[in-house]
Structure formats: structure tokens, C-alpha cells
């Protein structure tokens, strides 16, 4: 028997601010971080995960695991990482720290962090890479990981289980195909709102010439610079499919009247016009902008405000994030729940860590639950992925499989170290010129 012996936490940060990457209408100034974990095993073993954040703040993220973790030190890993089911409800379900949720925010991300830790370690025992372990793995022991609380009215075991059983015919070729092919992908990393036009069309060209079939751009600051940045891509790269990303900066009338502003451009989706626990709300926009089509979910904390956008029929497209719920266990049944309403999934990865983690999600969905990837596509970010042990790989417009046992979470140490904020020897180096160290910013005050 091999026993949970430590939690390790650090609080690592990327000065991404000093050259606005990751800037959009709401987030101006973003310094990528990773609130980092390691859970260590008396065997040697270790799990690794982290949660997103965008810079202050990462430090309350690393502390919530660490209160967490006194839940799991001690304990037996092998019946941990042999029953994630329970092991998921035993932190997420805790008597006394749910009330801090429940099932939200802060607690709900650093569960979900030691939840996917424990992933990382039974993925590297099974000698796999996430995806390929979930698509491997029976119908019923991935209905056993899924917590149906709060979801049965809309997605039951048993529609789970057909799910899972239908996705069963065809799935070995669909494995072949992924480890050849690869899966679909699109790119922001030309669109961030900090950039000048210059920059954008130059880094959207490169992106089309790379074999991206579709881009991302910013929106949401003023009318006139989106339609004027639409349109300078529309002249330069005509043809060439774009999305835009709001990211919850407007009022629900004031997004169907902006959306409508730009409408003649023909966005592929709009993604997150309004806050992401406005269900009703994305339900307005998305008949007031028909046939315009309404995207998100980076945002959303859990299972439960998905069933409900999903029973509202206020999204087209659903995008779950890799580090935002209660980890492998939650986005599992978001996966589920979008198969059972038809929405395709379009996982985001616009942050550090986050492309080589929920590109397993992507390729587990299409093996083995919704076999197919038509109007589907996993962003890509081109930032920090120097940092990982399995970098995430894009090749010609397409992610290139996972390869890797474990989840693609592994950072790399010297990363860790130099990165860790304020005493790692890179913030040394960059001192206080990053946005990280200075006074709160607002989008207005931008």
C-alpha cells in the first residue's frame, strides 16, 4: 500500500503584461500563473497539476489547496487514484469546507487541482496519456467517476452509460486516427486587444500560412476599433473563418446591440457576451443575434450552470476549461451533458498549462463519447509552452496527440523555480515592471 505523504504547492507567475499577450476587454493586463501542485507518494511516485490564474490573486488559489490537502495526507493512494469517483467526493463534498462553495470559485479550483493530481499519477501508472487512458477505459468506471448531483434531472447514470456504450463502435479507429491525425485547431494568438494592427495582421497571416483554419480576435472595448480590426481582416485575409471573444464585458441588450454592429462580418461564434451565470441572459442574446452563434464556458464553475445553459438553449457551443471546475471528474460530465444536448465541444486553453492539459478532454470526447470533430476545434495559445514537459504541438493547423503518461500538466522545475513569484530569479530580473506588481488596474482605466 502506497500512501499520500505530501502536497506541495507553489505559486508560480509569468510576466506576460509586459507585452500584453493574453490582454483582452476585460482582463487589460494579464500575468499568466499557475497555482502549482505536487502530490508526493511514499513510493516515489508524484502527481502534478495546477490551477489558472491571471497573476494577483494566485497566492489565495495555492493557500485553498493547501488547506485541502490535510484531506488527503495520510491516506491510502491506491484506493484514491483506484476510485476517483470517491476520491473527488471526498474533497468537493467535504461537510465543513463546502460551505465556502459551494462547488464554486476558489475551493472548487483547488479541488479540482488535487483531483487532477491524482489523475496525473494513475494515468503514469497505466504507462498512458489522459486521453487515451479515459477512452480506454469501460462505460460503467467512467460513469462511476462522474458526480451526478444536481445534474440527474438532465443527464442520468444510465444516459450516461448509453452514451459512453454508443461511443464504444468505431472507437479503436478513432484512436488510430487521433494518434495519426491529430485534432482540429484554432488560434487567438494573433487577436489580443493590447496588439497593434500591425501585429495583428502580421501575426494572423503567419497563423493561416501555419494551417490554422480559423482565428480568434478580441473584442468588446469600442465598437469603432472592433469594426475597424474586423474588417482589416477581413481585407487581408479574406476567406479565412474568425471568431470574436467578448470575455463578459457587456449588458445583455447592450450585446445583442454590439454583436448586431457586426453582424455583416459573420463572426463563427461570439464567445462570452455577458457573465457566464447569466443563463437567461445568453438565452436573450442568443435569439437576438440569430443567426449569429453564441459560445462559452472558460468561465463557468461547474457542472451545474452548464446543465442550465444547456437547457436553456443559450449556447451553440460549449467550452469548458481545463483548471476552472472540480477537475477530470466534472469536465467528464460536462462532456456527457453536451452529448446528451447535441452542443459541440470547443475546449479553452488561453492560458499558461491550460492547451496541454484540455487537449485530452478534445480526444477522449471524440474517441469515445461524441465520434465525430466537424465544427469542432481546440484553441491554441502560443505562449509558455516551453515550460512543460510535454509541450502541447500544433502541426499543420492540428494538435498532434499526446504521447506522454500522465495528464500534460508537468512543469518543468527549473521553471517552477525561476518563475516562482517574487523570489524566483526571473522575477529578480524583471523587478516591478510587470502588471502583477503594480497598483489594480480596471478596464476603464486603461
Known sequence: MSVVDSVTTQDVRFPTSLNLDGSDAVNVDPD?????VTVGLDSGEKGHAFVFTCGRGNDIVTHAIDAYADLLIGSDADSLVNDLGNASKRLIHDSQMRWLGPEKGVTQMACGALVNALWDIRARREGKPLWLLLSEMAPDEIVDTVDFTHIRNALSPEQALNILSRGQEGKAERIASLRVDGYPAYTTSPGWLGYSDEKLVRLAKAAVADGFSMIKLKVGRSVEDD???????????????????????????EAIEWINELAEFNPYWVEEPTSTDDILGHADI?????????????????????KQLLEAEAIDFLQLDATRVGGVNENIATLLLAAQFEVPVCPHPGGVGLSEVVQHFAFFDYAA??????????EYVEHLHEHFAEPARVSNGRYVAPALPGTGAEMLMDSRERWTFPTGAGWLEVGDLAAVSEPHRTPVEV
Open 286 to 306: 442568443r435569439k437576438g443575434v440569430s443567426p449569429i452563434r453564441i459560445a462559452t464556458g472558460e468561465a463557468v464553475q461547474n457542472r451545474i450552470i452548464f
Open 227 to 253: 469594426r475597424r480590426r474586423l474588417a482589416l481582416v477581413a481585407r487581408e485575409l479574406p476567406g479565412t473563418p474568425f471568431a470574436i471573444d467578448a470575455n463578459q464585458s457587456w449588458e445583455v441588450a
Open 32 to 36: 499568466y500563473s499557475a497555482a502549482y
Open 369 to 378: 463519447i461524441s465520434g465525430t470533430q466537424d465544427g469542432r476545434f481546440i
